[in-house]
């Protein structure tokens, strides 16, 4: 309820409290002795003492009586008449909801990442409004918000109670040109309350001012898009704020509101959201965000993530994307994308088609299934014609006789489609993608994830040809998290762990941690064993911008075309790099992905050396030893 200028509740009563001082008052009880008392002490007759009592309150009534009568014109033709009117029709109690305090989030190191603060919605009570009120709310509201006055008053000027609204919100527009709550901080509140307390300030009457928890990000944009945001109605969307919504919000409650001023309510509290503890470390997740925006701004690149788990338990450690999100200020960032859908957790949101990270899968399937060794033998000749569709190589050569390591090591297409179609055939390479996990859900705890697209020989679109270009990552869409995680089972000795954000669950009844979940196992122990080998024995050839001095990491380039309405795109590329390590006892496995970047299209130049440089740090970041040192400790 306002509050207004020289109008405050009455407190309770107590005992005697319209009564002279002395023993009377004391007591707190009204008798004949005490009467008695009074006037035979002054010395007067009965009959007297009962005459000018009776005077008394007669004199007493009648200034009581002219006191009501000008309250009562007060309350009907007065300043405030609108208000006591409104309280009238409303009746002494209104249904009103409240909102608990959002649950907390924290990093796996107790730092906050979510928390909560109070602003201020403006409210309108529509059946206190005045001809001079409407313009002055108007007035105040635009120079103190800097608002187009005339949209303010336009909303003002609304006959809201003929349409049965006594309480409206005033909304301002938004950057897409949606109308959205005016919400002001606790300064601008205070300012605004001041107006309304001041007799000689405008006429403000049907200004309201009503608290709203609002949620805050103490670290900016550092994992913004892990984090998702809270919009102004208090409802999450998109990473964990969206994934964990109803859990965080708690339960509401409605309660019956005495017509009274604010400060003498009494307001239960309801019970607040749990709070949460990431698996994300806010060290290595500024570490990996930073070496993003290095790695965009070196590259030329549009887009990029790079995303850092551990394969044991599917914790992520880390997940950057950019361009960032603040989500302390959201809505602009929503504009970046111009007429493009934005995607507000590409890391899970975003498809793409891997490119030649995708052999770690087509290779693992293929030793898995007994049909190659990794020194079987090919002889590439440049080319191969799978379902009418010729496939060649990425530089167009021929690399003659190849053992399966070799082709790993060079990357070659036309040996991929070769082990596909001639090896695994189509059956057997679909059973296993379907194992890895390509073309499903991960089950992350992120909302906004897709499934990604695999068409199999049941898919009336699939080809034969599919099957020779599937192998060696194209016509395939996964998700950056999708990726991470199928080729995680390969450095996990052939487990394939759930990944999940959620390390820890505080709620009132105690705290719950997340078990560990495998979802597959997609290829055995022995097989997840000699791909590590294969594809550490690789970089030294591929690449040895990957590796880092003193320990031995296994990973694979990827450069991927980009498919458009009319073709694969001939100018821009998808630079990619995944790897983990150390390779006796990984501790993490990282994907570091460009879109389109100048600088150079292939993985080797512009993803592989962003993954040196996170791997480097993140040794030194989870404390893990140089392998000799580990080797000779035992």
């Known amino acids: 309820m306002k509050r207004f200028p020289g109008f405050q509740p009455r407190g309770p009563r107590t005992a005697g409290s319209n009564l002279p001082a002395g023993p009377l008052a004391a007591s707190g009880k009204i008798t004949a002795a005490s009467f008695r008392g ?39 033709f007065g300043t405030y008449a609108p208000v006591f009117a409104a309280r009238k029709d409303e009746g002494v109690t209104r249904l009103e909801r409240l909102v608990p305090a959002r649950g907390l989030i924290f990093d796996r190191n107790g730092r906050l990442l979510a928390g909560n603060t109070t602003s201020y919605v403006i409210e309108i009570e529509t059946r206190q409004l005045t001809a001079a009120s409407r313009l002055s709310i108007a007035d105040v509201l635009s120079k103190t918000l800097v608002l187009p006055l005339e949209q303010l008053y336009s909303q003002l000027s609304v006959d809201w109670v003929a349409r049965g609204q006594y309480r ?90 005495p017509m009274i001023a ?78 493009e859908e934005p995607v507000i957790a590409p890391a899970v949101g975003a498809m793409y088609e891997p490119g030649s990270t995708f052999k770690v899968i087509t290779m693992a399937a293929a030793l898995d299934a007994g049909v190659v060794e990794p020194d079987t033998e090919f002889i590439d000749t440049g080319q191969i014609e799978v379902g009418g569709n010729t496939i060649r190589n990425w530089d167009g050569d021929a690399w003659g006789p190849q053992s399966m390591l070799g082709c790993m090591k060079h990357s070659l297409n036309v040996c991929l489609a070769w082990v596909a179609s001639d090896r695994l055939g189509a059956s057997t390479l679909y059973n296993y993608l379907r194992a890895f996990g390509v073309g499903q859900l991960t089950g992350i705890d992120l909302a906004g994830e897709v499934p990604g697209q695999l068409r199999t020989p049941r898919h009336p679109e699939w080809t034969e040809s599919d099957l020779g270009t599937n192998a060696f990552g194209q016509g395939v869409s996964l998700t950056p998290i999708q990726l991470l995680v199928a080729v995680s089972a390969v450095a996990n000795q052939g487990l394939m762990v759930q990944p999940h954000v959620v390390r820890q669950v505080i709620g009132p009844n105690g705290a719950y941690s997340p078990q560990t979940t495998v979802i597959g196992r997609p290829i055995s122990e022995e097989t997840a064993a000699d791909m590590t ?23 694979k380039t990827g450069t991927a075309q980009i498919p458009t309405e009319f073709g694969y795109d001939s100018h821009w590329t998808i630079a990619s790099f995944i790897g983990w390590g150390p390779i006796d006892d990984p501790s993490f496995v990282v994907l570091v992905r460009l879109d389109k970047p100048e600088a150079s299209p292939w993985g080797s130049v512009v993803a592989a050396p962003v993954f040196q440089e996170v791997a480097r740090r993140l040794v030194v970041f989870l404390e893990i030893a140089p392998d000799a040192l580990r080797m000779a400790s035992g």
């Open 38 to 76: 009074t006037g035979e002490a002054a010395g007067e007759p009965p009959a007297a003492v009962s005459a000018n009592r009776i005077r008394v309150v007669m004199f007493g009534m009648a200034l009581l009586t002219a006191g009501l009568l000008v309250q009562l014109v007060r309350v009907q």
């Open 262 to 339: 604010p400060e003498a309510r009494l307001q239960p509290d309801p019970p607040a959201g749990v709070n949460l503890v990431l698996t994300i470390d806010t060290d290595i997740q500024q570490m990996v965000e930073l070496e993003l925006a290095k790695a965009i701004e070196s590259s030329g690149s549009e887009h990029g993530e790079i995303l850092v788990m551990d394969p044991s338990n599917g914790e992520i450690l880390a997940m950057a994307s950019w361009p960032i999100l603040d989500p302390n200020a959201y809505e602009p960032w929503l504009t970046v994308a111009g007429d």
């Open 533 to 555: 080998t294969m594809l550490a024995a690789s970089l030294t050839g591929e690449t040895a911008y990957a590796s880092v001095p003193g320990y031995q990491i296994a990973g």
């Open 168 to 257: 409206i919100r005033l909304t301002r527009t938004g950057s897409a040109g949606e109308p959205l709550p005016i919400t002001v901080d606790k300064f601008v509140a205070s300012a605004l309350n001041g107006f309304l307390a001041d007799p000689l300030a405008p006429d403000l009457s049907g200004l309201a001012l009503v608290p709203a928890p609002t949620r805050i990000y103490p670290a900016g944009s550092l994992a913004g898009h892990v984090l998702g945001f809270v919009n102004q109605e208090g409802q999450g969307f998109f990473g964990v704020e969206g994934f964990y919504d109803e859990w965080l919000a708690g339960k509401p409650i409605t309660i019956a509101r």
